[in-house]
């Protein structure tokens, strides 16, 4: 293990009593950034764990910037429950109003979870779920910065079903990976 930091890069070495122990990382980072930026590489890749990155709450650090996807989704419904925007039954809501490009794309990415699943477990490949989950981030935070959700008539309910099923991918994704899918940060 190398890790990385304000003062450069130093390769871990119990020999040469150079290390830091697993809880004073914990307690430095956190426990969901240490865990997440564990699980990020292929197992067969040194792992370089970049101590500064995994302090920053900025969308430069991966495990915040899918929790802040899972976080934008969870304030939007509480949003769209209070303007009384939100559906009675989302599993019954006609999808068609959705036609933006990345509404499209995020229906075809959430299709693959279950295999992104399969394989992440099969190979014994955590980092396959982290990639998919950040390609996930990847869509949907462009996308919430540019298409209006609430108050847009019939999209309006199609597009709080799309991310439903987006939170959901979400929070059972992080949850694999034993990280928090926080409704508020």
């Given at each position: 293990v190398t890790l990385k930091g304000a003062e450069g890069i130093e390769k871990m070495s119990t020999r040469a009593g150079r290390f830091l122990r697993?809880?004073?990382?914990?307690?430095?980072?956190g426990r969901d950034?240490?865990?997440?930026?564990m699980v990020m590489r292929k197992p067969e890749s040194h792992l370089v764990f970049d101590f500064?990155?995994?302090?920053?709450?900025?969308?430069?650090n991966p495990v915040y910037?899918?929790?802040?996807?899972?976080?934008?989704?969870?304030?939007?419904f509480r949003e769209a429950e209070a303007r009384g925007d939100m559906p009675e039954d989302l599993l019954s809501v006609d999808l068609t109003p959705l036609t933006e490009p990345e509404e499209l794309l995020l229906i075809r990415e959430l299709d693959r979870f279950p295999d992104v699943v399969r394989k992440a477990a099969y190979d014994f490949?955590?980092?396959l779920l982290?990639?998919?989950?950040?390609?996930?981030?990847?869509?949907?935070?462009p996308y919430y910065a540019r298409v209006r959700i609430l108050g847009q008539g019939a999209a309006?309910?199609?597009r709080l079903a799309l991310l439903a099923g987006l939170k959901l991918v979400l929070f059972r994704g992080l949850s694999l990976l034993g990280v928090r899918a926080p409704e508020q940060m």
């Open positions: 697993l809880k004073d990382l914990v307690d430095e980072v950034a240490t865990r997440y930026f500064e990155l995994a302090k920053k709450q900025s969308l430069e910037y899918v929790q802040y996807a899972h976080t934008r989704i969870a304030s939007v490949a955590p980092h982290c990639e998919y989950l950040e390609a996930l981030a990847g869509i949907f935070h309006t309910p199609a």
